[in-house]
Structures are given as C-alpha cells and as structure tokens.
C-alpha cells in the first residue's frame, strides 16, 4: 500500500490520478477526507481510500501509515515544515513504512541561499540518517505557479518579477507527479536523488512574449529590484512574508547561479516532459 501525503497539492492529486490510470492502489491522506473524495471522483474510488490525518497529530499518522510499505511525502512549504516532515518519517519509521519518495528543493548554492531549500536540506539529512530507504525528487520552479501572475496579466496586461533576462528551469507538476509515480512503482529506479526540469529554460521576457503572441494582445514584463518585489508581493499579493521572500530569493538566486535544463524526466519516463507552450495555451488561453 503506498500512502500519499499532500494528496489535495497540485502534485499530490495529479500523482494520484496516475495512479488511477495504473489501477495501483492508494491511501490517500487529508484533513478534509469527504473534499477529497470528491475530488478523486467515481473512478478513483475503486483504487484509492480516503483517510484522515493531520500532520500535526502523530496518532493519525500511525493509523495512516498501518498496513502501508511507502510514504508518498509532498507538503506545502511553510515555516514549520522541518518539524512537521521530521516528525512524519520518525513516525513512519516505526510504523514499518520501507520507503518514502520526498519533494524537495534544488539545492542552491550558498553564493544565492535560498531558505526553504535549506529547510529541505535539513529534512534530506534526517531522512537519510533514518535508515529508511528513500528516493528524492528536486524540482526546478513549477510552471503553475505562473497562475499567480495572471490576475495582474488579466487587469494590466503586465507581470512583474526580479529575474531580469536570467532564464529559469520550469516543469510540469504533472511531470514530477509521472516521476513519482515511476519510482513508487519500480524499485529499478527508486532509491535515488532526481533533479527534475523540463526541457527548455525561458526567460520572463520570454514567457512575456509568448503570453502576448498567444493572447493577441501586448503583455509586458517590468522588471523590479529584490526589495520592492518583496513589498509589492506582501502588500498587494497578500503573500504571507516567508513565501514573498521565497519568491524573490528563487528569483534572485536564477540571476547569480545559471541554470540549464536536464533529460532526467525523459530518461525516467521514456518521454519529453511537457512544454511550456502546451502549458500557457491550456492554462492561459
């Protein structure tokens, strides 16, 4: 039985819709079971249970985790992820969990340091130090995450940014969700560290142009220094201080350590990964 945490985040359901697809059977884990049931729908029922647990509460994790050989662990990033992920692999590790596969972070350099990818530096070592065989998956930025610049795209036709013309690694969630699902389901390729990317690297100038040729219309790009991103992000992206300073240290750090992309997605998955342009005409259009 394979457990899947952060079964509601746009990896987690995307992993298990796949999993669906590969009739492999699931618990998938949430606060609000009865959500996720309807999110998963008629098909997945057949293969996918629903149970709750609370990250925060040890003894629904144990009842989680009974009868189960793999942890699927993906959680939103927040301040408190170093306890919370810490807590659930010691957990695990005494429920008789085999394998976990964790979402993790690049891990920067410290030319350009980036906080939540030491916090996910940290939860690494503790995973490794666990005894539990484990597999990793670094992902470069998300491509859904440019959904956070549509309103702004929508009512300015504008987005904003610190990354100058630096261009950055974007994927699919989608993608890293087909990696997961090959690892929890061939131990050929399970027990390693992935660093995963899509095939191309776009710059924001880039992404801004390929917006204005499939919209129609002139979208603008407006390059911001760190700080006063940071103070746009809080006070009109209502983005809670850690995340807004996240965004501008993910931006920053594509401006001092260049990034390229890799073929790990296509040697896993014996495919492209999906393209940026399928993204922006499904997403944007």
């Known amino acids: ?7 509601t985040g746009t ?64 959680m939103t990033n927040s301040p408190r992820q170093v306890e919370l992920e810490t807590s659930i692999i010691q957990i695990a590790s005494e429920a008789g969990i085999k394998h976990i596969v964790k979402i993790s972070s690049p891990a920067f350099e410290q030319s350009s340091p980036v906080a939540v990818a030491s916090w996910h530096q940290e939860i690494e070592k ?26 702004t795209i929508t009512t300015q036709n504008v987005f904003y940014g610190c990354m100058g013309d630096s261009p950055c690694n974007f994927i699919d969630c989608r993608d ?32 801004a142009s ?13 390059n911001m220094e760190p700080q006063i991103l940071l103070r746009n992000l809080i006070e009109h992206g209502h983005m809670p201080p850690w995340l807004a300073n996240h965004v501008v240290e993910i931006q920053t750090m594509s401006t001092v350590v260049p990034e390229s992309p890799n073929d790990t997605v296509k040697r896993l998955l014996g495919r492209e990964p999906r393209t940026l342009d399928a993204f922006l005409h499904e997403y944007f259009r």
């Open 1 to 7: 039985m394979i457990v899947i945490m952060g079964a």
């Open 126 to 151: 503790t995973l490794s130090e666990s005894g539990l065989a484990h597999t990793v998956l670094r992902p470069y930025a998300f491509m859904q995450n440019l959904l956070r610049l549509a309103p």
């Open 210 to 222: 390929k917006l204005s040729a499939l919209l129609n219309r002139p979208i603008s790009y407006i």
């Open 11 to 74: 990896i987690g359901s995307a992993l298990l819709e796949r999993l669906v697809d590969l009739g492999v059977p699931a618990r998938a884990l949430s606060r609000e079971p009865e959500k996720l049931r309807d999110q998963i729908g008629e098909k997945g029922r057949s293969t996918i249970e629903v149970a709750f647990a609370d990250a925060s509460d040890p003894e629904s994790l144990r009842r989680a985790f009974t009868g189960a050989s793999q942890v699927f662990l993906a």
């Open 176 to 207: 890293i969700a087909d990696v997961a699902a090959k690892v929890l389901t061939n131990r050929e390729v399970s027990g390693q560290i992935y660093t995963l990317t899509g095939s191309e690297i776009f710059s924001y100038p880039q992404i």
